[in-house]
């Protein structure tokens, strides 16, 4: 995969940054939200593909990325396809300040320290190039605004936008009601986007903790929570997904 195209989990993250304040939108559900654009990304990659409700790797090949990369060999290493929602709920160390990092040392954002509580040290981001952030805005403003089915990437990422809580950030208020609606409505237009959408959701909904009470499934659910829950993620590495970063990124 080439390094001219920016990847799915650094549009979503870059989607987050309030270019006010420097936090991100969602922190928690964003976490959640990076581990299923990866997953995406991957798709989109065609290192690996939906089986049912679970995900198998076709292709182990490298990428080139080497974020991607970790995840891809952890997915091989299972040996077996794993279900989505328990992959997105593994807990994962620092993912968004991995991703937070790599966007610094592109030069898309720049690290501001501070002081939280003016004691914590705490670290704040600011767009510094805020074309790239206008145009990733505009490819989901145009697919809400001309009801064009989108291409595979930008209906992924309006899957995981609205999946991690983002529709509010982006269209606030009254006024923004009916946007936040199309911005749902664009999750039916990518197979992949909106298996993870749905499993990023369930997560957050508590559905990967439930015990299982049937086989598999062997269709992507049409809603969100209609999954039963599978065995136990083996392979993931079992870190707090919220523990300390070595600079805290203020939420």
């Known amino acids: ?13 870059l989607l987050a940054l309030d270019p006010t304040t420097g936090t ?15 997953l995406v990304e991957l798709a989109l990659a065609g290192r690996i593909a939906p089986d049912g409700d679970r995900i198998a790797v076709v292709v182990p090949r490298p990428t080139g990325d080497p974020t991607l990369d970790c995840a891809l060999e952890l997915l091989r290493r299972r040996g077996a396809p794993v279900r989505a929602v328990h992959w997105i709920g593994g807990p994962r160390l620092g993912l968004r300040q991995t991703y937070l990092s790599h966007l610094e040392r592109c030069g898309m954002v720049a690290a501001v320290p501070g002081q939280m509580c003016g ?11 805020t074309a790239i952030s206008r145009e990733i805005r505009g490819r989901l403003d145009s697919a809400i ?7 595979p990437r930008t209906a992924a990422l309006a899957a995981l936008a609205h999946a991690v809580g983002l529709g509010k950030h982006l269209y606030p208020g009254n006024e923004g009601r009916s946007s936040r609606s199309r911005l749902r409505d664009l999750i039916r237009h990518d197979p992949m986007g909106g298996l993870v959408a749905h499993a990023v959701m369930d997560v957050q909904n508590g559905a990967a903790a439930q ?28 870190q707090s997904r919220h523990g300390v970063m070595a600079r805290a990124v203020a939420h």
Do not use: F, I, N, W
Request: net charge positive.
């Open 1 to 13: 995969m080439g390094r001219s195209r920016r990847t799915l989990p650094e549009e979503l993250l």
């Open 145 to 151: 605004r001309t009801g064009v089915p989108p291409d």
């Open 24 to 38: 991100t939108a969602q922190p928690q559900s964003l976490d959640l939200g990076l581990a299923g654009a990866q």
């Open 119 to 129: 004691v914590l040290p705490t670290t704040r981001y600011q767009a510094t190039d």
């Open 211 to 238: 015990p299982r009470r049937g086989p598999a499934a062997t269709g992507r659910p049409t809603a969100p929570g209609a999954r039963s829950a599978a065995e136990p993620a083996h392979g993931v590495p079992m």
